[in-house]
């Protein structure tokens, strides 16, 4: 199975800092087909994970535009610019190229 | 708008099973696939399996093969998972999901005897 690797497993930031976290795949997430299925998924506290950014960089609806995503191959990066409160929580990569579907360890964002 | 209503919290012996369910709205529900993952607690999250409403067909990960079985009624657009012979690894969160972007509340498996 794919291993995806992100650091750092926790991340302290002030608001309106700028926040950036890796993730690292242990093959390459260009299918075939051309595309990169490497997404980036927000877990709040109490809450399910819900989708920020699919395809490295697609902005999922209704997702502030201070995320954004970048990478290609094995090394993927979600950038957040100007860290608001509602930010805090687990970030997860997952990635869809190859199956099964794998998941990062997650990097918990919390308040400095 | 797109909603994902899990079932409630379990309390199972070991070696037991369990059904969870997933009822979808806000959406035709055969046009996604829906997509089951586990969270063990404080841990990362481990894919389970997908479903494919239209056509029933399944592809799970090899290690819950022999565990989950994913099951659909269209006409209440619901999704199912039953969970077999379950053990204390099988405590965990369980999530069902559309694709990856529009998720369930998740339901809690204690398994404890």
């Known amino acids: 199975d794919v291993v995806l690797t992100q650091t750092p497993p926790t991340l302290s930031a002030t608001i309106g800092q700028s926040v950036s976290i890796s993730c690292r795949s242990s093959?390459?997430?260009?299918?075939?087909?051309?595309?990169?299925?490497l997404h980036w998924l927000l877990q709040r506290p109490g809450q399910s994970p819900q989708l920020l950014i699919y395809?490295?960089?697609r902005l999922e609806s209704g997702v502030p535009n201070r995320f954004s995503g970048s990478g290609s191959g094995t090394d993927f990066t979600l950038k957040i610019s100007g860290v608001e409160a509602e930010d805090l929580g687990v970030y997860y990569c997952?990635?869809?190229?190859?199956?099964?579907?794998?998941f990062g360890g997650g990097t918990k964002l919390e308040l400095k | 708008q797109v909603k994902l209503l899990q079932s409630g919290a379990a309390l199972v012996k070991p070696g037991d099973s369990v059904k969870m369910s997933c009822k979808a709205s806000?959406?035709?529900?055969?046009?996604?696939?829906i997509h089951w993952v586990k969270q063990s607690h404080g841990k990362s999250l481990e894919w389970i399996g997908y479903?494919?409403?239209?056509?029933?067909?399944?592809n799970y990960n090899e290690k819950f093969k022999s565990k989950a079985t994913l099951t659909v009624d269209k006409s209440s657009s619901t999704a199912y998972m039953e969970f077999s012979r379950l053990t204390s690894e099988d405590s965990a969160i369980y999530y069902c999901?559309?694709?990856?972007?529009?998720w369930g509340q998740g339901v809690m498996v204690t398994v404890s005897s």
């Open positions: 999901a559309r694709v990856l972007d529009y």
């Open positions: 806000g959406y035709t529900f055969t046009d996604y696939i």
């Open positions: 479903i494919n409403p239209y056509s029933g067909g399944t």
């Open positions: 093959q390459s997430l260009l299918h075939s087909n051309g595309n990169t299925y």
């Open positions: 395809s490295v960089s």
């Open positions: 997952v990635q869809g190229t190859h199956a099964p579907p794998t």
